[in-house]
């Protein structure tokens, strides 16, 4: 199971491409990386996910290096309404079923 | 519309008085699993379930039950309420455990006890 660690919080102006980086050091080799969004009082949302390489949809690029220890999650030109919580996690894709979300990135976005 | 629902969406009661919150997923989804969040603690898994009658510890295991007699539904058991189990609780679902997956989220059941 891969324990992550991100920035607790980070400001971005409107308009601006966002990276959170997240690290998880001991990620096992089935493990895949999923991005989550939380709103306050409501609950994650999936934004991405990816195993390695680049993975890009229509709100945001997963970009995993080769040795898979670290990811980073790219947010196009930020908008107020991206001003949320971030959160990195690893599935475990064989072995433990434990999910470990860990405390989240939380991004403000100013006008 | 694919969802998962939890009842109750609020809850006040009082130290030692037995409740259940109950999650319930019309997705044919084999794992589910209960989280509660804290501020600055981030969630925190308590138990999951890979499939009816299969279930397991996770971060934060100790005052909670859980049952998972058919697939669809997944309570939340809280014997002896104690106040540090004041919290947001969601329950959450996806196709299966492990693998490229994602989980979906239920709307949250903020639980208050005094």
């Known amino acids: 199971l891969a324990k992550t660690t991100q920035p607790i919080s980070m400001d971005s102006y409107e308009g601006q491409e966002v990276n959170i980086t997240c690290s998880h050091n001991?990620?096992?080799?089935?493990?895949?990386i999923t991005w989550y969004q939380q709103f306050p009082s409501q609950g994650p949302r999936f934004i991405i996910q990816?195993?390695?390489t680049k993975v890009t949809n229509e709100v945001a690029s997963l970009f995993i290096p080769a040795d898979r220890k670290s990811s980073t999650l790219s947010l196009p030109r930020v908008s107020l309404s991206d001003t949320a919580v971030y959160y990195c996690?690893?599935?475990?894709?064989?072995?433990?079923?434990?999910?470990?979300f860990g405390k989240g990135t939380k991004l403000s976005v100013i006008p | 519309e694919a969802q998962v629902t939890q009842n109750p969406r609020y809850l006040i009661t009082v130290t030692g008085k037995k409740l259940t919150v109950t999650c319930s997923q019309n997705?044919?989804?084999?794992?589910m699993s209960w989280y509660r969040q804290d501020p600055g603690l981030g969630l925190r898994q308590i138990y999951y379930?890979?499939?009816?009658?299969?279930?397991d510890k996770g971060d934060v295991p100790e005052g909670y039950k859980v049952s998972r007699k058919e697939k669809r539904n997944f309570p939340l058991i809280l014997e002896s309420p104690s106040p540090n189990q004041t919290s947001l609780y969601f329950c959450?679902?996806?196709?299966?455990?492990?693998?490229?997956?994602?989980?979906?989220f239920g709307p949250g059941t903020r639980l208050t006890v005094l």
């Open positions: 959450a679902s996806s196709l299966r455990a492990g693998g490229p997956n994602e989980q979906f």
């Open positions: 001991n990620i096992a080799t089935n493990d895949y």
């Open positions: 990816g195993y390695k």
């Open positions: 996690l690893g599935d475990s894709g064989a072995g433990s079923y434990q999910l470990t």
């Open positions: 997705m044919n989804h084999e794992y």
């Open positions: 379930s890979m499939n009816v009658e299969v279930t």
